[in-house]
Every structure is written in structure tokens, then in C-alpha cells.
């Protein structure tokens, strides 16, 4: 049939034309919406003739451009609300610390490793001569944030070659070498876990403002960009409810002495593999299950199954003898 409004032909089994939502007889007449939401359809013969119902669904009720229009701007604003509604979600759920929980107390201990500052001499607005005495000290990448739900790294450069990284309750230790000549300053840095390579190095400031150290790896072309500061080490605070078994109390070493555990009665711990030395607290929540708590960036939780056998404790089933 053709629809008498917009005149497009329309299939013979429409009743509403596609193309401009005109009602359309075909065989029978279409009334108006009623309150429920159905179209109204009853026929009664009358003479032979067909007559519409007079129970009718009101005027407002009836397809008409108007009501279209009424409920495209509702879809609209319903669309706009729940993409608003649905940002404001997205931007809590992204903000970390606003979902981490603060870490518990801890307890500060500062590092202080031998530091040697260049004399007022060497240093007016800008370092001058810079040699490996600048870099005695300890320093933070610039770009890192501290916060109470989050730790962040500290290296220390001692005077006598040794190096080290505290993060959270987590100590590694390493060594740097001094490796600079006539043209270049270079060292040779080794904190296995943490920082490694050979770097150009230079620093810049003064006392007053603090100093900045450059390291440009010479072999992938990388920067670190650190500040001075003082390093700190967490020590986390004991479990409550501390339940301990006295039988594994004491410094336990492997076979190989690679690796050692020690228990304390106070409820802490530390765990010493190589260069690494994580410090924590333990409470004894199962029988033969140690739940052991440290800080790396954020607090850590393990568990680690333990039995005391001859005079022998083992620990995920590897073997520790007493000292």
C-alpha cells in the first residue's frame, strides 16, 4: 500500500508506516494507545458496518509527532544521567588510594650511611667538578610518591663501595665502583633486584636546595633521574593476637646457607636469600601454618607451612637447621 502521509510504499501487512510512524487501515481500524501500554483493537458489526469501541485510551495516549519528540528527549536525559552517573563510578574506582586502606602504623628508622658533602668551595649556585664523593649519600628517583598506603625505594652509596635499596621493610644490598676518567664520569652500580649497570653519572644543587643525581645508562640509553634525601626503613608493627610457637624461636639456616630465617619472641621475623633481607612479623594462626606480614610497596600477607622434625624445622618442605 501506499502510506498517504509520506507517500513511500509500505508492505500490505504494516499497520504503522516505517518511515513516518502514520497510522495506516488495513482491514481493520487501529485505535490509540491505552493507559496499559497495549493498542486497543475491538470490532463490533453494526448494520454491516465496522464501529471502533468507546472505551478508547485518551487523547495523550495516541502516536503523534509530539509524543515521539516527549519520549526522545526522556531517552536522552536518561542516557545523560547514567553516563555522568557512570564516570563519577569509574573515577573512584581509579583512584587507588582512595580504595587502599592506610597501611598500619609503622615504625620509622631512618639510614644513615657515611656521606661526605662537597665543601662550599666545590658548590655555589651549581656543583662543580663532580667526582664520586657527590654521589655519597642517599637519594629517591624524583618521580616517585610516598604515601600511607604506598612505600617507595631509597638507594644509599657509601664511601666505602657498598650500595643499598631499602623499600618498605625489604633491604638489598650490592656494590658501586667508581669507573670515571679524564673525559667521562662513569659508575658501575650492582644492587641485584633493584639496580644494575653501568651509568654516566652527574649532580647538580646545592646544600640549601638539595641535590640531583643523573644516571644514563650507557648500554640501553636509559635515565634515572634521583634527589637527595634521607632513606627510611619501615618496620612493620607486630600482628595482634600474637600467638607463637615456641619451638621454632631462634635463626634457622638451610644446607647451603643460602638462605635464613629468624624468629623472635616479640612476634618479628626476617628472612635473609642472597643479597635481600625482607624484615616482618609472624603470628601462628593454624597449627603448622606461619602467616607471615612485610611491606614492599604496599603491606604483603604469605602464608608458610612449617614442621619441627629432629631437632630440624622445615619450611615448604625445605630443610633449616638451628644455629
Given amino acids: 500500500m501506499i502510506c498517504p502521509r509520506c507517500g513511500k510504499e509500505v508492505p500490505d501487512n504494516e499497520t504503522i508506516c516505517p518511515f513516518c510512524f502514520q497510522l495506516l487501515n488495513n482491514n481493520m481500524e487501529f485505535n490509540n494507545f491505552r493507559k496499559d501500554g497495549f493498542i486497543a483493537l475491538k470490532k463490533k458489526e453494526n448494520n454491516g458496518e465496522k464501529t471502533e469501541s468507546s472505551n478508547f485510551a485518551p487523547k495523550y495516549f495516541r502516536i503523534n509527532e509530539?509524543?515521539?519528540?516527549?519520549?526522545?528527549?526522556?531517552?536522552?536525559?536518561s542516557v545523560g544521567l547514567l553516563t555522568v552517573f557512570g564516570l563519577k563510578l569509574l573515577q573512584t574506582i581509579t583512584n587507588a588510594d582512595s580504595l587502599v586502606p592506610p597501611l598500619?602504623?609503622?615504625?620509622?628508622?631512618?639510614?644513615?650511611?657515611?656521606?661526605?658533602?662537597?665543601?662550599?668551595?666545590?658548590?655555589?649556585?651549581?656543583?662543580?667538578?663532580?667526582?664520586?664523593?657527590?654521589?655519597?649519600?642517599?637519594?629517591?628517583?624524583?618521580a616517585d610518591e610516598e604515601s600511607a598506603s604506598h612505600a617507595i625505594p631509597y638507594f644509599s652509596f657509601s664511601s666505602d663501595g657498598k650500595a643499598q635499596q631499602n623499600l618498605g621493610s625489604i633491604t638489598r644490598t650490592g656494590e658501586f665502583k667508581d669507573l670515571s676518567?679524564?673525559?667521562d664520569n662513569v659508575i658501575y652500580i650492582k644492587i641485584s633486584g633493584a639496580l644494575t649497570g653501568t651509568f654516566n653519572f652527574d649532580v647538580t644543587g646545592n646544600s640549601k636546595d638539595g641535590y640531583s643525581l643523573v644516571l644514563s645508562s650507557i648500554n640501553t640509553y636509559t635515565e634515572h633521574y634521583l634527589t637527595s634525601t634521607t632513606a627510611k626503613f619501615y618496620n612493620p608493627t607486630p600482628i595482634q593476637n600474637f600467638k607463637?610457637?615456641?619451638?621454632?624461636?631462634?635463626?634457622?639456616?638451610?644446607?647451603?646457607?643460602?638462605?635464613?630465617?629468624?624468629?623472635?619472641?616479640?612476634?618479628?621475623?626476617?628472612?635473609?636469600?642472597?643479597?635481600?633481607?625482607?624484615?616482618?612479623?609472624?603470628t601462628i594462626y593454624e597449627d603448622y601454618k606461619i602467616t607471615v606480614q612485610y611491606l614492599e610497596r604496599t603491606m604483603e600477607t604469605i602464608e608458610l607451612d612449617y614442621k619441627l622434625a629432629k631437632g630440624h624445622l622445615i619450611i615448604n618442605d625445605n630443610i633449616y637447621t638451628k644455629e
Avoid: Q
Avoid at 509530539?66 to 536525559?77: E, G, K, P, R, S
Avoid at 609503622?106 to 657527590?134: D, F
Avoid at 635464613?260 to 612479623?281: A, H, L, P, W
Fill in 66 to 77: 509530539l509524543n515521539i519528540f516527549v519520549i526522545a528527549i526522556v531517552f536522552v536525559l
Fill in 104 to 142: 598500619p602504623t609503622t615504625e620509622y628508622v631512618t639510614t644513615e650511611p657515611t656521606t661526605e658533602e662537597p665543601t662550599e668551595a666545590t658548590i655555589k649556585n651549581a656543583v662543580k667538578n663532580v667526582s664520586i664523593k657527590n654521589v655519597y649519600g642517599s637519594w629517591r628517583m624524583a
Fill in 181 to 183: 676518567n679524564k673525559k
Fill in 244 to 282: 607463637m610457637d615456641k619451638g621454632i624461636l631462634g635463626k634457622w639456616v638451610n644446607d647451603d646457607e643460602s638462605r635464613v630465617y629468624e624468629f623472635t619472641d616479640d612476634g618479628r621475623m626476617s628472612c635473609t636469600k642472597d643479597n635481600t633481607t625482607i624484615d616482618g612479623v609472624w
